[in-house]
Nanobody, 127 residues
Framework: QVQLVESGGGLVQAGGSLRLSCAAS????????MGWFRQAPGKEREFVAAISRGGGSTGYADSVKGRFTISRDNRKNMVYLQMDSLKAEDTAIYYC????????????????????WGQGTQVTVSS
């Protein structure tokens, strides 16, 4: 079983940057695709970004493409989300998630396909 702990959230002004981190414990991290999702107040949780288990494939929601960058370090069991040019509409709780037993090139945008989740970290962007 893999456990995930997010960190790096906080309050930032519009146009600023934040880097979220997700620390994973467990033996299956290196064989898991990883994703970031977010949930804004009063809204459904939505896909933000994902990365294949080896890091060679990535995908982004249209709303964050060109502003956010997902990466991972399998030696450290870490996943990151670099968020630049933040907007007020990026305000949400951000969740890290893992999908086990994925092909090396694959990732998923579908929330229901993920097997384990972190507790979330709050990101607030002031306009």
């Amino acid at each position: 079983q893999v456990q995930l702990v997010e960190s790096g959230g906080g309050l930032v002004q519009a146009g600023g940057s934040l880097r979220l981190s997700c620390a994973a414990s467990g033996r299956t991290f290196s064989t898991s695709a990883m994703g970031w999702f977010r949930q804004a107040p009063g809204k459904e949780r939505e896909f933000v970004a994902a990365i294949s288990r080896g890091g060679g494939s990535t995908g982004y929601a249209d709303s964050v493409k060109g502003r956010f960058t997902i990466s991972r370090d399998n030696r450290k069991n870490m996943v990151y989300l670099q968020m630049d040019s933040l907007k007020a509409e990026d305000t949400a709780i951000y969740y890290c998630a893992g999908k086990e037993r994925t092909p090396s090139y694959a990732y998923s945008r579908r929330e229901y396909e993920y097997d384990y989740w972190g507790q979330g970290t709050q990101v607030t962007v002031s306009s």
